[in-house]
């Protein structure tokens, strides 16, 4: 069991910027691809950002592209999301997950075993 807590969501101006992290527990996550997810009301749950094992590889979104940032600390099991120039279409609910099955930094949902309970972002314009 992996359990994953994110914290530094809050309010924020457009073209500010956040640091999101999330903390793991239980197992080691350093060999596992973990990813961010966001949930705007009324909206599917979409891909942010994928990061390798190793932290050599990321994938984003085109939408984050040049805005958003992934990284991981494995001697902290932690991965962080730094988020700049937000808008307010960036406004959700984010959510960090891991792939403990697979090496491939894949943006669908249903790939990605263990997750967070969330934390919110909110951009006012």
């Known amino acids: 069991q992996v359990q994953l807590v994110e914290s530094g969501g809050g309010l924020v101006q457009a073209g500010g910027s956040l640091r999101l992290s999330c903390a793991a527990s239980?197992?080691?996550?350093?060999?596992?691809?973990m990813g961010w997810f966001r949930q705007a009301p009324g909206k599917e749950r979409e891909f942010v950002a994928a990061?390798?094992?190793?932290?050599?590889?990321?994938r984003y979104t085109d939408s984050v592209k040049g805005r958003f940032t992934i990284s991981r600390d494995n001697a902290r099991n932690t991965v962080a999301l730094q988020m700049n120039s937000l808008k307010p279409e960036d406004t959700a609910v984010y959510y960090c997950?891991?792939?403990?099955?697979?090496?491939?930094?894949?943006?669908?949902?249903?790939?990605?075993?263990?997750w967070g309970q969330g934390t919110q972002v909110t951009v006012s314009s």
């Open positions: 239980g197992r080691t996550i350093s060999s596992y691809v």
């Open positions: 997950a891991t792939n403990t099955n697979g090496w491939v930094l894949t943006p669908r949902a249903g790939d990605y075993d263990y």
């Open positions: 990061i390798s094992w190793n932290g050599a590889i990321t």
